[in-house]
C-alpha cells in the first residue's frame, strides 16, 4: 500500500481482557517498530523488528505484551489482561533498510475501563 | 542514560515570525538526529535528518542546526504560517545500533494569525 496502516483506529475494552492490534508496513520495509505514547507524551518504544532476525523486546513494559512479526508484512501487538495504564494510543513504523527515516501509521488509540 | 529533552510548554508565535525550537540530548554522540512533525491524531512525519558531520540543513522554510558541542539541535521555521501549528519532536538513534531511534517528548507549537 501506499503508507502504513494500522487497525482498528480506536479500541475501547473493559480491565481484564485481551486485545490484539494490526500493523500492515510499507511493501519492501524490512524493519517495523512499536510504540506506545500516553497522552501528552513522546514515543516509548516496546519492540522491533529486523528482517528474520529476533526481535529487539527490550521496550515491552511486562509479559502481558507480546508481539508477532511473520517475515517482512504484517505485525500483531497483543496485550493480555488489558489494565487501565495501558490505556494510549500504539503507534506502528516501518523502515527500509537503506534509510534512517521512519513512517508511521495512524496509531490504535485504545481505551481500557 | 540517553536523555533527550525538549521544551514542554507550547511555543506560540505570531503568523509570519520565525519558530525556533530546542532538542538536547544527554549522555551520548549520535551520528544523527532527526526530527519529525506530529499533527493531533496522527503518527509523527519525519521532516528531516541531520547527520553529525552536518553542521546545517535546509528544506524549504525548515532549517535545522546540528551542535555536537553543546550537544544541541535546533530547528527553525521561517515565514511561520498556522498551518505550521502541531508537535515537533526530535529523534535520535539509539547507541546500541541498527535504527533503533529515542523520541523526545516534543513540542507543541502555535502559530496564531
Known amino acids: 500500500g501506499a503508507g502504513v496502516s494500522q487497525s482498528p483506529s480506536n479500541k475501547v475494552t473493559e480491565k481484564g481482557k485481551d486485545v490484539e492490534l494490526r500493523c500492515d508496513p510499507i511493501s519492501g520495509h524490512t524493519a517495523l517498530y512499536w510504540y506506545r505514547q500516553r497522552l501528552g507524551q513522546g514515543l516509548e518504544f516496546l519492540i522491533y523488528f529486523q528482517g528474520n532476525s529476533a526481535p529487539d523486546k527490550s521496550g515491552l513494559p511486562s509479559d502481558r505484551f507480546s508481539a508477532e512479526r511473520t517475515g517482512e508484512s504484517v505485525s500483531t501487538l497483543t496485550i493480555q489482561r488489558t489494565q487501565q495504564e495501558d490505556s494510549a494510543v500504539y503507534l506502528c513504523a516501518s523502515i527500509w533498510r537503506a534509510t534512517d527515516t521512519q513512517y508511521f501509521g495512524p496509531g490504535t488509540r485504545l481505551t481500557v475501563l | 542514560s540517553q536523555k533527550i529533552e525538549q521544551n514542554s510548554e507550547a511555543l506560540n508565535i505570531q503568523e509570519g515570525k520565525t519558530a525556533t525550537l530546542t532538542c538536547n540530548y544527554t549522555n551520548y554522540s549520535p551520528a544523527y538526529l532527526q526530527w519529525y512533525r506530529q499533527d493531533p491524531g496522527r503518527g509523527p512525519v519525519f521532516l528531516l535528518l541531520?547527520?553529525?558531520?552536518?553542521k546545517e540543513k535546509r528544506k524549504e522554510r525548515l532549517k535545522v542546526t546540528f551542535d555536537t558541542t553543546l550537544k544541541q539541535s535546533l530547528f527553525h521555521i521561517t515565514a511561520s504560517q498556522p498551518a505550521d501549528s502541531a508537535t515537533y519532536l526530535c529523534?535520535?538513534?539509539?547507541?546500541?545500533?541498527?535504527?533503533?531511534?529515542?523520541f523526545g517528548a516534543g513540542t507543541r507549537l502555535a502559530v496564531h494569525p
Open positions: 541531520i547527520r553529525e558531520n552536518e
Open positions: 529523534a535520535l538513534p539509539f547507541s546500541g545500533g541498527y535504527n533503533k531511534l529515542i
